[in-house]
């Protein structure tokens, strides 16, 4: 019910991905062929790394409840700074409230977090998740999404020292916690994770129908391929982005992450991994 | 650039026809199949007047920044008036600023106005069309748009004695004012204006194709042709809606403005004149 | 940390208490002698009961984050509307977020609820409030206020069939939890509950030093001690109000609430009863 | 009717000034001793040249209605850039429209301004003073403020070329017009230019009873003043900041600038001119 992108490369402003390609991810605020939703006008957010900041380093947050398109904040934030590592977000609520507490990216210490999908049946099993959430994170909680539940459920189950593991056994109890209210499906949707020099890009569930999520190919081969595109030739050799829906449709430059998969993005490798085997 | 809708008849709740309707204006504010722009979303306004009131009454305004599809400042407002006549309008700007001052209608003493379409080369016609605007007027201006500045223009030109001769002018000096500036074709849209009693429908461009106008036709003929729909037996005889687009696709309900035509709703009752004959 | 005024009288437009009075809820918006801060600039609310509603109506809301002080919508909403029973709220904010789910009043089904005040060290007990607080409600919080939490703890139980013994279990509820997490003095504050007939008014604080609040003496006496008062020979007769603090420092006009008292004002009759006796 | 400042010297993180000290601006905004109101929450804006730019770089903008006191973005992008030269504003005013386009500072080219003050009998002047800009800039004005009018107008009259003359023209005209108005003293306030290299601050009034100006002294001086501050120690030797009213009572850290006077802070140096003679 969303759209995100993911950047990881050469410190880059963010506003070339954002509002400057064919279909930005502004642009897809207005309009994503894809979406679920046709319209993503209920708030986004931008959480970017600093430029040569070291590990562990707190991102930073720029949240907003207006549509995405004709923001000047935006556009002026999103070009004045530069990141190496970036997550952009834009919101189609399901319904009110439409507050800065419910845009994504959420941010725990270094880590960001943002999401695209929904966790069926919520009102039912909103609380029966937030209880198994640490007492710790608990006062952290500060908006009505499901997918910030998702977050502090996912770093109570150990997000932080093993991502993979972290986020499916907090899918586990997502799914354990809607079967035992009659959610026949209670997981869906593409989440993407990054501590600040690693991506992590899920794509999972429960019916194994989940929303696109795709990632662009190789640099040095996109400019081979495209000798011409001076977009293209501008970036750099690291430069890799995972997105809802290709940002061109230029052949070649994005390729579909399968279901249950996730994409490891790292100093401009991808790894992917089978994602969510069946609970032993 | 907008949808708009335009009520007249037995006191309602304005949520009947914002919220509560196939294709209601807010949900042409997420997707409006007739409109230039299918997203409506930037901004929204409410005028009304109060039942009961005697001529010459001030209406009230509501006007927020928000897309109105999940907004719940409209849902409560609209379901806590009940209005003999009221207007209500969402906006899809050309680009910033989004702000209070630029949401439809605009009030002035008992006069309510709106507005879909807009003054091409409004930028380079902006300063000849505010210095025809009485002085007295000039510091009531206070947002940005070219709606605002033909309303304050047509006030000028005597709107409040005669509406049609009013708009006449001020679509004129339009037009003298874009051609002296090299514009082809300086006006487009259709206008909406009230003064507590009596409602004008301008539908008018300079190159003579401007976006649709309906109204519904007498409730009495309706109620018979649908006998079984609750919906249309619930209004009163008198009610009529003047809209940018169907509020709904049964056949009959609505009928179109023609062109450069001005459509006069007064006391349940529908008259057409023919709108902005060439000047002598 | 707030301010709050709740009439009950004749069906008025609440402008004339939020608006037009020498130390309106507005003007302590900006500047109030008697609060805890000066500043009430983080949102604003009303509720309202339609006039000639019955027993049982759902009240109105209008939420906004915007400071109260310049809002044009509360100036319209507040004149266009009349009713014979409304609470108003402005906020001052320990912190973000600044949201309309944060805004008082808080609405279940034709209950009203407003705080000013707070509950202790909130954070190390929210988590063990919110659990108090009955299952079927839990989805129906979207804020992150202690407000919020208290009145859904007290509608856990009871206050439908009992505001004071609601209130008084809920409150104890939330000094034990509190003890349990090493809070001296958990509770702190001034409530308003209304179901549409009848108002109480909480004055209570773990410390026994609660923010001050007043209401008016009988209106007919009022107008007797000021034959020359227009504003006051305005009202009806059974017009009352009661607040954070006083809108006039006309003497006789406003007595305060003792400590540890409720006011209960009931078709123009006040009656004031101990509250929250040591638990038994 | 605002407060500001102005800070060159070593890029730095705005928040050091904005947040975190003794009287930070967003401190002034909510009780600002000095200020003609005390409270400034009608919102905010953050101007900045990035560090390391070229002469003549267009500088970032950040504006925002909301009150500066809670709101979360203003506290992460005011750490996560760092700027050489930077403006900040929160503002009071004097009603309604709250909206961006009101919010100082403002833009044009290189070129930032901002003002505490205003123009008396503004409504009665606005006409002629907008006539009295240049047509090109005619469409650059978007917000209802007399301070982007006193800009434009400035800009007209060749701010560009030389600042104090053309401040000088623009005041002239100011006090021309709105004595032909009947208005007695037109000019009040204090301003604030850059062009990324310079800073001018004038404070002038008609009736000479201009807002409080202040700026630091020597950084260097300071530091030997006040050997154990670690907030003074952790600056450069070229950081200057011109404000509103002092950061801190710290004494000898701020001088006044003297009615009618100019101060131009150039690359860590100031200097102070007599401002506005009389005309010829």
């Known amino acids: 019910m969303c759209r995100w992108l993911a950047y990881s490369g050469e410190p880059i ?15 897809q605020s207005l309009n994503s062929p894809l979406g679920a939703e046709t319209v993503n006008g209920d708030g986004f957010g931008v959480g970017w ?10 991102p930073w947050l720029f949240h907003s409840i207006e ?4 923001d000047e904040n935006l556009r002026e934030l999103t070009r004045a700074i530069e990141s190496p590592l970036f997550f ?4 189609a609520a399901a319904g009110p409230p439409i507050q800065q507490t419910n845009c994504h990216p959420f941010r725990h210490e270094n880590w960001l977090f943002m999401h695209n999908g929904g966790l069926a049946g919520f ?6 998740l937030m209880l198994a959430i640490d007492e710790s994170f608990f006062p952290l909680i500060r908006g009505t999404t499901d ?6 459920l996912a770093l109570t189950l150990g997000l932080r020292d093993d991502p993979i ?13 809607g079967h035992a209210h009659g959610v026949e499906f209670p997981m869906q949707g593409t989440v993407a994770v990054a501590d600040g020099a690693t991506v992590w890009a899920f794509r999972y569930s429960s019916a194994g129908r989940t929303r696109t999520l795709f990632h662009s190919v190789d640099m040095a081969t996109l400019q081979q391929m495209y000798p011409d595109s001076e977009r293209l030739q501008g970036f750099g050799r690291a430069a890799r982005v995972i997105v809802s829906e290709p940002l061109t449709d230029m052949p070649g430059v994005f390729v579909e992450v399968p279901e249950a998969t996730v994409a490891i993005l790292d100093a401009g490798h991808y790894r992917h991994e089978t994602f969510f085997a069946e609970p032993e």
Chains 1, 2, 3, 4 share one sequence.
């Open 13 to 27: 402003q963010p506003a070339r991905l954002i509002l400057d390609t064919e279909n930005s991810l502004v642009a």
């Open 88 to 91: 952009a977000h834009v919101r």
């Open 49 to 58: 790394y600093p430029a040569g900041a070291s590990v562990g380093t707190e």
């Open 165 to 177: 593991a972290g986020m499916t056994k907090a899918i586990r109890k997502v799914e354990e916690v």
């Open 147 to 152: 997918s910030e539940v998702l977050f502090y």
């Open 123 to 128: 009102a039912s099993v909103r609380r029966d």
């Open 67 to 70: 549509p995405a398109w004709h």
